[in-house]
């Protein structure tokens, strides 16, 4: 708006009352805090909302409305425009300082499963999904959505050593509702396990008396090799005061001995009160991981790439929810939004990083809608001004300003119950 040569009178961080107020500049800007943290808004001088009596006439030629359309435009396209940059901005970042995610290296399917009819076996390590480059889980399942969504064969390279391997993966049987969902392993893919770690001990735990460390990696125990986490803990529930045998690696010293787990009331509903196994030890699955790492220019042209690519999604999703294809069930409030930022600040600074350029196209691609009232709405307005090659009516700016205020608030409603609803079931 400055650069256009507009008048800004304030510049909001939040709604509602103004809880912190500075002036700044030749101009006396208003700089405020407001209360109500859900966004902020730039107020400019603009004859609409004020009358000329109250507008020094010397201030008149700075006003929002004695601007050219083009400058309106672009004006309004700058919040927008704003959130593309950043989301740009964070997933270069990301790109160019790397990060280390779990390999997609997947693990034998399960029977009857989609994978296993694809053909997928144990060990293949997907390098292209659906014709683009899938260097980690991660990757692999941003880029099936897509597929999954359209409910179509999705094309899936993988690597078994010598020659690659192209399969074909039907998504097509899975249930209403499984995108929001781990619909990777519904379709039977799962990442690969490569060793059981022991993460914590309790100190009177069965397993601190049996000799285990933190850091050792379980082999076999009960006379069964283990890959996954789950392995160890059903033999352990299965086997209450009996002895189990444990083969452990620590550091390159392969060791066995005995752990005896204690017996006690399972907390399991299903398991109606019966006795358990417990050790006292808490495990981690160790996974093989590749650096994910890239050039300063690559970076960015990357950061423009997933920034387009999720742009669409999101706007894919919107529009599968209009007419009816997509759960409303997907439309999240700021309540849904401050959790997954918690749980995304618990796993890590890339997790919360990426987590943040998500929420901002978000914000972007709902900004540029053609609603009245938000960004896209009044882009549109200046499309039909163009047209007619004059203003249009204020009875029809405040028709439809209503109309699209209305549609707002019940997203709102929608957003609202939505989250109000995911934190009564959990």
């Known amino acids: 708006a400055r650069w256009c040569g507009v008048k800004v009178l304030r510049f909001s961080i939040g709604f509602g009352k103004p809880l912190l107020t500075w002036r700044v500049g030749a101009d006396r800007t208003e700089w405020s805090l407001s209360a109500i ?9 603009d004859e609409r909302e004020q009358s000329t009596e109250t507008i020094d006439p010397k201030d008149l030629p700075r006003a929002f409305t004695r601007k050219s359309l083009g400058q309106r435009s672009a004006i309004v396209a700058a919040g927008p425009i704003a959130n593309f940059l950043l989301a740009i901005t964070l997933y270069a970042g990301i790109n160019w300082v790397g990060i280390e995610e779990p390999a997609g290296i997947v693990a034998a399917p399960a029977a009857g499963t989609a994978a296993e009819a694809a053909g997928f076996v144990a060990g293949d390590r997907i390098v292209l999904v659906d014709g683009e480059e899938a260097p980690s889980w991660n990757e692999v399942r941003l880029r099936m959505l897509d597929g999954v969504i359209e409910r179509r064969l999705i094309p ?16 097509r049987g899975l249930g209403e509702g499984e995108v929001e969902r781990d619909f990777l392993r519904t ?18 735990g069965a397993a601190s008396a049996a000799g285990l460390q933190v850091g050792d990696a379980i082999d076999a125990i009960g006379g069964v090799k283990v890959s996954r986490s789950q392995q160890v803990i059903d033999q352990v ?17 392969a060791l066995s001995m005995q752990v005896v787990p204690k017996a006690v009331a399972s907390e399991r509903p299903e398991d109606n009160g019966r006795r358990v196994g417990r050790i006292g030890a808490g495990l981690q699955n160790r996974v093989a991981m590749v650096q994910v790492r890239h050039g300063p220019v690559d970076a960015v042209v990357r950061g423009v790439k997933q920034t387009w690519d999720m742009s669409v999604f999101s706007l894919r999703m919107l529009g599968k929810m209009v007419i009816g294809e997509l759960s409303l069930k997907n439309l999240s409030g700021p309540v849904t939004i401050a959790d997954y930022a918690g749980q995304t600040a618990r796993i890590g600074w890339h997790a919360y990083i990426s987590f943040l350029a998500l929420i901002s196209i978000s914000l972007g691609v709902l900004n540029l809608l053609p609603i009245p009232v938000l960004d896209g709405g009044h882009l549109l307005y200046y499309g039909l001004e163009a047209i007619r090659g004059r203003p249009l009516s204020e009875r029809f700016l405040a028709i439809t300003q209503k109309a699209g205020l209305a549609v707002i608030l019940l997203m709102m409603v929608i957003a609202l119950f939505n989250d109000i609803s995911r934190l009564i079931g959990s």
């Open 187 to 204: 379709l039977g893919l799962e990442l690969e396990i490569g060793r059981v770690l022991v993460g914590s001990l309790t100190s009177d």
């Open 156 to 171: 899936i390279v993988v690597d078994r050593g010598a020659t690659p391997a192209t399969l074909k993966l039907d998504p």
């Open 37 to 45: 943290p859900l966004g902020g808004y730039v107020k400019m001088l």
């Open 237 to 253: 529930r299965d086997h209450p005061g009996e002895p189990l045998a444990i083969q452990i690696t620590r550091g390159e010293v």
